[in-house]
Nanobody, 124 residues
Framework: QVQLAESGGGLVQAGGSLRLSCAAS????????MAWFRQAPGEEREFVAAVSSSGGGTLYGDSVKGRFTISRDNAKKTVYLQMNTLKPEDTAAYYCAATTMGGTSPSSFSYNYWGQGTQVTVSS
């Protein structure tokens, strides 16, 4: 089992950058594929990015390609989401998720564990 804790959210102006972190507990972090999802009020949860257990494979949602970068540090049991050129439409609660599959998946149904979320607000 793994527990996830996100941090790094906040208020930023459009065009700015933020880096989110997701710290994981548990001894088998290297077995999990990891991902970020986001959800704005009144909207469905949206896939943002995923990284495989080794870090060698990544997958991005169309709306963030070229602006966001997902990475992981297995020694620190942490996953990161570097967000650049932020837009007001990126405003949402961002959630970290883990899957025992080890690979990358854009489907929220693939993920077994979820963090509590961190709020990102981008002002225009």
């Amino acid at each position: 089992q793994v527990q996830l804790a996100e941090s790094g959210g906040g208020l930023v102006q459009a065009g700015g950058s933020l880096r989110l972190s997701c710290a994981a507990s548990g001894r088998t972090f290297t077995a999990y594929g990891m991902a970020w999802f986001r959800q704005a009020p009144g909207e469905e949860r949206e896939f943002v990015a995923a990284v495989s257990s080794s870090g060698g494979g990544t997958l991005y949602g169309d709306s963030v390609k070229g602006r966001f970068t997902i990475s992981r540090d297995n020694a620190k049991k942490t996953v990161y989401l570097q967000m650049n050129t932020l837009k007001p439409e990126d405003t949402a609660a961002y959630y970290c998720a883990a899957t025992t599959m080890g690979g990358t998946s854009p489907s929220s149904f693939s993920y077994n564990y979820w963090g509590q979320g961190t709020q990102v607000t981008v002002s225009s």
